[in-house]
Nanobody, 126 residues
Framework: EVQLVESGGGLVQAGGSLRLSCVAS??????????IGWFRQAPGKEREGVSC????????YYLDTVKGRFTIIKDNAKNTVYLQMNSLKPEDTALYYC?????????????????WGQGTQVTVSS
């Protein structure tokens, strides 16, 4: 059974950092070719793609507003994908989800992802 479990969210002041973890089970990151994406959803807003890593060539993609601040990291040994978030801003406040793509290619479309975690809340105070 495929499962994704996020953790690492919390309350942080603007300018601070958090590292989100997405532990995968039921498939392996190093042998199975599925893209892993991080999404977020703020109250009253649509879910948006924040970052993605393509598992066949390791390419990384970022939402323009997080470029230079967020880094996606894949740890095959731990079957875990991290999202390191630095210089956090109040507008980064949202529920953050990781998801497994239906292929090895990244997409910012939620419909292209077939398994989702339960989410972890990130709140950035000003």
């Amino acid at each position: 059974e495929v499962q994704l479990v996020e953790s690492g969210g919390g309350l942080v002041q603007a300018g601070g950092s958090l590292r989100l973890s997405c532990v995968a089970s039921g498939f392996t990151l190093d042998f199975d070719d599925y893209a892993i994406g991080w999404f977020r959803q703020a109250p009253g807003k649509e879910r948006e793609g924040v970052s993605c890593i393509s598992t066949n060539d390791g390419r990384k993609y970022y939402l323009d507003t997080v470029k230079g601040r967020f880094t996606i990291i894949k740890d095959n040994a731990k079957n875990t994908v991290y999202l390191q978030m630095n210089s956090l801003k109040p507008e980064d406040t949202a529920l953050y989800y990781c998801a497994r793509g239906g292929s090895s290619f990244c997409s910012n479309l939620t419909a292209e992802y077939d398994y989702w975690g339960q989410g972890t809340q990130v709140t950035v105070s000003s």
